[in-house]
T-cell receptor, first 115, second 112 residues
Framework: DAGVIQSPRHEVTEMGQEVTLRCKPI?????LFWYRQTMMQGLELLVY????????DSGMPKDRFSAKMPNASFSTLKIQPSEPRDSAVYFC?????????????FGNGTRLTVT | GDSVTQMEGPVTLSEEAFLTINCTYT??????LFWYVQYPGEGLQLLLK?????DKGSNKGFEATYRKETTSFHLEKGSVQVSDSAVYFC???????????FGPGTSLSVIP
């Protein structure tokens, strides 16, 4: 299996621009998570899906962030408009049930820089 | 709420030294416990896990024992290598919810 695939690996954009991050989970996995990692805050859970439905997006700034999972093999995280404080590494992870016995499989992340 | 606490880093060790990274948790019920490792430029990957009290998880020379009486899951390795330099995350989850709670991570540097 190719693992969780994220694109792009790096993104540099100007403040106010729209940014779209993409994720392809491992085939057959029921869960998909979006995390943000910064030096100051560590790993933050933004949103997660179970069988394509949003289960919890309380960690996501909803005025500018949106997450979609139109099918079982693809998810996007969109930021509009982007701000310098959004600069971070964004990780997508997938897993299958039951979560208490199944590890998360992470992609290699997208490093976002907003200038 | 439920949480995970780890010893602060960074930790710097010489090659072949003994490693301990402390992890304690706060959670009701019977969580499953995990250690993940993140190498530079990569995502996290599972290192080991334990799903019930007194279980010992082990992988690549690393070990951790689930101690319910002390709510701990300390990571140990008898002889570290330069290639073990990474950030280590302790984590928990429970059957009653669909998410994973991560600790803040502990950075380890091993010098030759």
């Amino acid at each position: 299996d190719a693992g969780v695939i994220q694109s792009p690996r790096h993104e540099v954009t100007e403040m106010g621009q729209e940014v779209t991050l993409r994720c392809k989970p491992i085939s057959g996995h029921d869960y998909l998570f979006w995390y943000r990692q910064t030096m100051m805050q560590g790993l933050e859970l933004l949103v997660y899906f179970n069988n394509k439905a949003v289960m919890d997006d309380s960690g996501m700034p909803k005025d500018r962030f949106s997450a979609k999972m139109p099918n079982a093999s693809f998810s996007t995280l969109k930021i509009q408009p982007s701000e310098p404080r959004d600069s971070a590494v964004y990780f997508c992870a997938s897993s299958f049930q039951p979560l208490y016995n199944s590890p998360l499989h992470f992609g290699n992340g997208t490093r976002l820089t907003v200038t | 709420g439920d949480s995970v606490t780890q010893m602060e880093g960074p930790v710097t060790l010489s090659e072949e030294a003994f490693l301990t990274i402390n992890c304690t948790y706060t959670a009701t019920g019977y969580p499953s416990l995990f250690w993940y490792v993140q190498y530079p430029g990569e995502g996290l990957q599972l290192l080991l896990k334990a799903t019930k009290a007194d279980d010992k998880g082990s992988n690549k020379g690393f070990e951790a024992t689930y101690r319910k009486e002390t709510t701990s899951f300390h990571l140990e390795k008898g002889s570290v290598q330069v290639s073990d330099s990474a950030v280590y995350f302790c984590a928990l989850t429970k059957t009653s919810y669909d998410k994973v709670i991560f600790g803040p991570g502990t950075s380890l540097s091993v010098i030759p």
